[in-house]
């Protein structure tokens, strides 16, 4: 079996394989991409304690980050794999 030896996608008589492969592939691997998006929502909300504890008087700006940005950026990325 040949393969291209950067994307690793099948080549030579293979090459019809490639689209099916891919297809189950993406259907196996997207329960671990939305289980690992949803915790790293519920960690990065869950730690704002942790700020408020190691740097209170910057919290709001760590906080204001980790609500801000890093949260909706996760649950977007998870909305959009439905």
Same mark, same amino acid.
Do not use: N
């Given at each position: 079996?040949? /393969? $291209? #030896?950067?994307?690793?996608?099948? &080549?030579?008589?293979?090459? $019809?394989?490639? &689209? #099916?492969? +891919?297809?189950? =592939?993406?259907?196996?691997?997207? %329960?671990?991409? &939305? /289980?690992?998006?949803?915790?790293?929502?519920?960690?990065?909300?869950?730690? +704002?304690?942790?700020?408020?504890?190691?740097? #209170?008087?910057?919290? $709001?700006?760590? %906080?204001?980050? &980790? %609500?801000?940005? *890093?949260?909706?950026?996760? !649950? *977007? !990325?998870?909305?959009?794999? =439905?």
């Amino acid at each position: 079996m040949k /393969m $291209h #030896p950067i994307t690793l996608a099948f &080549r030579g008589p293979d090459h $019809h394989l490639e &689209r #099916p492969f +891919a297809e189950a =592939y993406f259907q196996s691997t997207l %329960w671990q991409v &939305r /289980m690992a998006l949803a915790v790293a929502a519920f960690f990065f909300a869950a730690f +704002a304690g942790v700020d408020a504890v190691v740097v #209170p008087e910057q919290k $709001h700006l760590f %906080w204001a980050i &980790r %609500w801000g940005v *890093a949260c909706p950026i996760s !649950l *977007a !990325l998870l909305g959009f794999t =439905y």
